[in-house]
């Protein structure tokens, strides 16, 4: 009786290499779909934080402005004071920045317009001012304060 020898079955070496071709072009599309995912989830972070940051300072002036009697801005300084018979709160527009009282607000908001009794004014009383952002248009906050009637006794 004679013994067959039989083949092991296995795959060649080319069959072999094309497998790890395969292998590295799918684990390359796989990391460039990551990287690209990553980018655009930090992307809709930083757009989320610049709201909420936007959001924050605008809710602040407009409780401030409806809680002070006299509201004054200098030009000059790029500065807000809003004053009452207790308490006085005082703004600095920076470039990057917002300071209202020692607290920095990380904004690019500028001041666009500052009105008194519905007059753009370029300083001295206010009751009115309009902030926009010099890269999206869309981010533009109109805060006023309402007026009591002896305000507009001269």
Same mark, same amino acid.
């Given at each position: 009786m004679l013994k067959v020898q039989k083949k092991a079955l296995s795959f060649t070496l080319s069959e072999m290499l094309v497998v790890l071709l395969l292998t590295l072009i799918v684990v390359g599309l796989a990391f460039s779909v990551l990287g690209l995912? /990553? @980018?655009?989830?930090?992307?809709?972070?930083? /757009?989320?934080?610049?709201?909420?940051? /936007?959001? =924050? =300072?605008?809710?602040?002036?407009?409780?401030?402005? /409806?809680?002070?009697?006299?509201?004054?801005?200098?030009?000059?300084?790029?500065? %807000?004071?809003l004053q009452n018979e207790m308490d006085s709160i005082v703004? =600095?527009?920076?470039? @990057?920045?917002?300071?209202?009282?020692?607290?920095? &607000? @990380?904004?690019? &908001? @500028?001041? %666009?317009?500052? &009105?008194h009794q519905g007059v753009q004014v370029n300083e001295g009383f206010v009751d009115a001012i309009e902030l926009r952002s010099p890269v999206d248009s869309s981010q533009t906050f109109f805060i006023f304060k309402r007026n009591a009637a002896i305000d507009f006794i001269n």
């Open positions: 995912v /990553n @980018k655009q989830m930090s992307d809709i972070e930083g /757009n989320y934080e610049r709201r909420t940051e /936007n959001n =924050l =300072l605008r809710q602040a002036m407009s409780i401030d402005f /409806n809680s002070t009697s006299e509201i004054q801005y200098s030009i000059e300084w790029d500065k %807000l004071v703004y =600095l527009f920076g470039d @990057k920045y917002i300071i209202r009282e020692g607290d920095s &607000l @990380k904004t690019n &908001l @500028k001041v %666009l317009r500052v &009105l």
